[in-house]
């Protein structure tokens, strides 16, 4: 692949991160957006989908990816709303590198505490029953609330996310992203800014493909070298930080993922296991990042599966 046809494949995988996956269906369902904090000069908002007045519902969260560095709110994934028998909540945060983790987080954390405070009154939602769920970057933060947020979500559900920070997969080059053409530390920074931001364009691929061609995404991430600061990271790896008051979680991921590996989820498939956490482990053979290469008739048992998990733990939703 030459550069030309590389820059394009790019493009295209990164802006299929922010397409309205809603678009999937016959009509896009009513969307309702909030700012739910105003934090570094950036408003923070959240989108609800399928409030109704009149009747309470449970509350399905969704944390989008993007490696903490692109996309946002605007891309649902479909199947966490097929019949709308829950009201679904879509949040952006700040990203990075602008912004670190710590900051991130604590927009997660903000977000959840918005919805447990302000959704009841605002979208006649019960928090009671709540469901997080996120692909990648998003199946991080999702794994991250099993842990940093109370009251905790009743059910967790991770496509491809990943349980460390500090690994060698993220801490080294990557061979896998050094076969595509290399991006220069110039061209990787005219795609990001200095002030903070909470929805990126598909663009800011570059800074990423940039940090993983040069083992340095912690760093730009964190402010932090997991080298040098080993222990820093315990606190953001949530395979660290699995108890037996850990939800019950859904960990769904591709053997042929080459984005974040699959032993990420085999990892917290043993963390859930040592402490006895409910759990249900969907090995995806051959499947790639987020499900890539997957049939659609597969992808439609995963996601049955995974919601038969969440009825068994929190009713209908």
């Known amino acids: 692949m030459n550069r030309?046809?590389?820059?394009?494949?790019l493009a295209a995988a990164t802006a299929s991160l922010l397409v309205p996956r809603w678009s999937w269906g016959d009509q896009t369902p009513e969307v309702k957006t909030?700012?739910?904090?105003?934090?570094?000069?950036?408003?923070?908002?959240l989108d609800a989908y399928g409030s109704d007045p009149e009747v309470k519902k449970p509350v399905i969260v969704h944390i989008h990816g993007g490696a903490l560095i692109i996309g946002s709110r605007k891309s649902p994934p479909m199947w966490v709303n097929p019949q709308g028998?829950?009201?679904?909540?879509?949040?952006?945060?700040?990203?990075?590198?602008?912004?670190?983790?710590?900051?991130?987080?604590?927009?997660?954390?903000?977000?959840?505490?918005w919805v447990h405070q302000k959704g009841p009154q605002l979208l006649?939602?019960?928090?009671?029953?709540?469901?997080?769920?996120?692909?990648?970057?998003?199946?991080?933060?999702?794994?991250?609330?099993?842990?940093?947020?109370?009251?905790?979500?009743?059910?967790?559900?991770?496509?491809?996310?990943?349980?460390?920070?500090?690994?060698?997969?993220?801490?080294?080059p990557s061979e896998h992203y050094r076969q595509q053409p290399l991006v220069s530390?110039?061209?990787?920074?005219?795609?990001?800014?200095?002030?903070?931001v909470s929805e990126g364009p598909g663009t800011r691929g570059r800074f990423y493909l940039y940090c993983r061609q040069n083992g340095i995404w912690p760093q730009q991430v964190t402010g932090h070298n997991p080298d040098t600061e080993?222990?820093?990271?315990?606190?953001?790896?949530?395979?660290?930080?699995?108890?037996?008051?850990?939800?019950?979680?859904?960990?769904?991921?591709?053997?042929?993922?080459?984005?974040?590996?699959?032993?990420?989820?085999?990892?917290?498939?043993k963390a859930l296991t040592k402490f006895n956490v409910p759990h249900k482990f969907i090995t995806v053979p051959g499947g790639q990042h987020v499900l890539g290469g997957v049939s659609d008739a597969d992808k439609a048992r995963i996601y049955a599966e995974t919601l038969e998990f969440v009825k068994e733990h929190v009713g209908v939703i």
Request: net charge negative.
């Open 34 to 45: 909030f700012t739910y904090k105003t934090a570094g000069g950036c408003d923070i908002k």
């Open 124 to 172: 006649n939602i019960d928090p009671r029953n709540l469901v997080a769920v996120g692909e990648s970057a998003g199946g991080y933060l999702t794994l991250m609330t099993g842990f940093c947020v109370n009251p905790r979500p009743r059910v967790l559900i991770a496509n491809a996310g990943y349980g460390t920070l500090d690994s060698p997969w993220y801490t080294r």
């Open 185 to 196: 530390q110039e061209e990787a920074y005219a795609t990001v800014g200095t002030v903070c």
């Open 85 to 113: 028998d829950h009201v679904l909540i879509s949040i952006d945060y700040r990203l990075a590198p602008e912004t670190k983790l710590p900051a991130i987080i604590e927009d997660v954390q903000d977000a959840f505490r």
């Open 230 to 269: 080993p222990r820093w990271f315990d606190r953001y790896c949530p395979a660290r930080n699995v108890s037996a008051k850990y939800p019950p979680t859904v960990l769904i991921h591709g053997t042929a993922d080459t984005d974040v590996p699959y032993e990420e989820s085999v990892g917290m498939d």
């Open 4 to 9: 030309q046809e590389f820059l394009k494949a």
